[in-house]
Each structure stands twice: as structure tokens, then as C-alpha cells.
């Protein structure tokens, strides 16, 4: 997988990571990864295009 940055809004901290996944939500998609700093997730919007080249 590629390596996406996220921001957690919890910490206000930025950090990168190839562990994530993608979802739609409201024909909406998403890069949704767990914080390295706690049990929450971060949320990052994608392109539909992003999300078509990640999904493979």
C-alpha cells in the first residue's frame, strides 16, 4: 500500500502510514487509519480516483 499522511485531531499531530483502509461513507471515500498516539481512529478524505487506485 502507499504511504499516506494523516492528521489526529486528538493530539494535533501529523504522522504517515501504510496501514489504513479505505471506505465510502455517503458516497463519499476515505482513508481510515488508527492513531499512533491513542485508540482512535483518523479520517482523511480521498479523491474517487485515490480511493480507486488504493483499493487494489
Same mark, same amino acid.
Given at each position: 500500500m502507499d504511504q499516506l499522511?494523516?492528521?489526529d485531531? !486528538?493530539?494535533k499531530d501529523k504522522f504517515n502510514t501504510t496501514e489504513y483502509k479505505v471506505q465510502e461513507k455517503g458516497g463519499r471515500f476515505f482513508a481510515v487509519? !488508527?492513531?499512533p498516539k491513542g485508540t482512535h481512529?483518523?479520517?482523511r478524505v480521498l479523491s474517487k480516483?485515490?480511493?480507486a487506485k488504493l483499493k487494489k
Open positions: 499522511s494523516f492528521y485531531v !486528538k493530539t487509519a !488508527k492513531s481512529e483518523c479520517w480516483d485515490q480511493a
